[in-house]
Antibody, heavy 117, light 112 residues
Framework: QVQLQESGPGLVKPSETLSLTCAVS?????????WGWIRQPPGKGLEWIGS???????YYNPSLKSRVTMSVDTSNNQFSLRLSSVTAADTAVYYC??????????WGQGTLVTVSS | NFMLTQPHSVSESPGKTVTISCTRS????????VQWFQQRPGSAPATVLY?????PSGVPDRFSGSIDISSNSASLTISGLKTEDEADYYC???????????FGGGTKLTVL
């Protein structure tokens, strides 16, 4: 059973960097799948942030590309998201997911990050 | 990149059939697979269809998908509506030339 769990600060100050981790269980992050991040502002729709393949390609949403970094920690079977220079517009529930082809087949439960001073 | 446009909301009665459309703004809808997600309040999205019309294990066959090249759109059809189907539904596709992923704006389905 593939399970994903997001973790990180629930409150980030404007202009600072948002950092989240996604712990994966039941499946090796080094296997032949992409992994990704998606966010959802309160009351709004889903927005793709980016996807990466361990040891391979990384794709970022062009609207966020200048501020996003994704990395992987194979020893702990987890991957991370960093989003710099955040503003209130970055307030959202952030989800991590496994990507099969271009299909997000397993999702974490999501974690709310609020940007506020 | 292209956009995916969905109706903001649809409503139908229990037992009836409803169809939610997802129109691609440029490029052919047939070029890249479309996925559909169901999201209930407070929960993460869950796949109801992938690769245009494939159902994951556990999704009832009341859920079906299709694409229409003439309207450049994908559709999710739910038959025999149940109150438990009330949720937000999102379509999703991608641009294989650059790896970008797009979501539709979501459709709120009300079963009343």
């Amino acid at each position: 059973q593939v399970q994903l769990q997001e973790s990180g600060p629930g409150l980030v100050k404007p202009s600072e960097t948002l950092s989240l981790t996604c712990a994966v269980s039941g499946f090796s992050i080094s296997s032949a799948y992409y992994w990704g991040w998606i966010r959802q502002p309160p009351g709004k729709g889903l927005e793709w942030i980016g996807s990466f393949y361990h040891g391979g390609n990384t794709y970022y949403n062009p609207s966020l590309k200048s501020r996003v970094t994704m990395s992987v920690d194979t020893s702990n079977n987890q991957f991370s998201l960093r989003l710099s220079s955040v503003t209130a517009a970055d307030t959202a529930v952030y989800y991590c997911a496994r990507v099969d082809g271009f299909h997000f087949d397993y999702w974490g439960q999501g974690t709310l990050v609020t940007v506020s001073s | 990149n292209f956009m995916l446009t969905q109706p903001h909301s649809v409503s139908e009665s229990p037992g009836k059939t409803v169809t939610i459309s997802c129109t691609r703004s440029s490029g052919s809808i047939a070029s890249n697979f479309v996925q559909w997600f169901q999201q209930r309040p407070g929960s993460a999205p869950a796949t109801v269809l992938y690769e245009d019309k494939q159902r994951p294990s556990g999704v009832p066959d009341r859920f079906s998908g299709s694409i229409d090249i003439s309207s450049n759109s994908a559709s999710l059809t739910i038959s025999g509506l149940k109150t438990e189907d009330e949720a937000d539904y999102y379509c999703q596709s991608y641009d294989s030339s650059n790896g970008n992923v797009m979501f539709g704006g979501g459709t709120k389905l009300t079963v009343l």
